[in-house]
């Protein structure tokens, strides 16, 4: 396990409230197959210590911004992977145009570019855990 990844586990061990549950080797052979640039890190925290509530809700799996918002309302941001969110409106996305695939916070359906964009989803998780 990678140190950023043992940070987490360890923050998460220490937590009262998450609620974690990792995917097994075929689930992340589907999300491999249905999203083939989907970044490693990511899927190695869903592998490794899993998707669910960190204070947090990290995804069990990309989602379609089509999904949450239906067609009419995810117009802009069609080229967003939704992978979590904080339970308040803003969702932890990846922009699929970026190679490698970048990520970004949607408030709501709108992007914002804070111009301090996580180097990798592992690295977020785990400035996000200290933060809280």
């Not at 803003?90 to 916070?105: E, G, I, K, N």
């Amino acid at each position: 396990m990678d140190s950023k990844l043992q940070q987490i586990q360890a923050t998460l061990n220490a937590a009262d409230e998450t609620d974690v549950t990792r995917l097994d080797e075929s689930h992340i052979r589907k999300i491999r197959l249905s999203f083939p640039n989907v970044p490693n890190d990511y899927l190695d925290l869903l592998k490794t210590i899993g998707w669910g509530n960190y204070g947090f809700v990290v995804y069990s799996g990309p989602v379609h911004p089509d999904e949450i918002f239906g067609v009419d309302g995810a117009t802009d941001i069609r080229h967003f992977l939704i992978i979590g969110d904080n339970m308040a409106g803003w969702m932890f996305a990846y922009d699929t145009t970026q190679t490698p695939w970048r990520m970004v916070l949607l408030n709501h359906n709108v992007p914002v570019h804070t111009g301090n964009s996580p180097a990798d989803f592992t690295s977020f998780v785990l400035a996000e855990l200290i933060r809280e």
